[in-house]
């Protein structure tokens, strides 16, 4: 599976942006899907995920309640969509396709090259 996210951007603190993450390839269908991101001289950190169905959805805590992870398997794209943003959601954002709902990048196969995104205060 090759993966492709688009949609980062900059943005005023309180805008929004929403990522896609177009697959192709494999179909995505049977896989969870997730995004982390990675700000300068950080790690790698967990944003969210979701089950291959779209019936379970999980969140950090940093974004909880500002961002909405989604997918359209008949599109074989997954989406994030980012409200309120602040500066510290400044990063590069990944998207990544593997078997189970996890919050650890090791659980994941598969990688998009990044996308950033950029918050200016």
């Known amino acids: 599976v090759q993966l492709q996210a688009s949609g980062g951007g900059l943005v005023q603190a309180g805008g929004s942006l929403r990522l896609s993450c177009a697959a192709s390839?494999?179909?995505?269908?049977?896989?969870?899907m997730g995004w982390f991101r990675q700000a300068p001289g950080k790690d790698r950190e967990f944003v969210a995920a979701i089950t291959w169905s779209g019936g379970s959805t999980y969140y950090a805590d940093s974004v909880r309640g500002r961002f909405t992870i989604s997918r359209d398997n008949a599109k074989n794209t997954e989406y994030l969509q980012m409200n309120s943003l602040k500066p510290e959601d400044t990063a590069v954002y990944y998207c990544?396709?593997?078997?189970?709902?996890?919050?650890?990048?090791?659980?994941?196969?598969?990688w998009g090259q990044g996308t950033q995104v950029t918050v200016s205060s």
């Open positions: 990544a396709g593997g078997d189970v709902l996890a919050d650890s990048a090791s659980e994941y196969d598969y």
């Open positions: 390839g494999r179909t995505i269908r049977s896989y969870a």
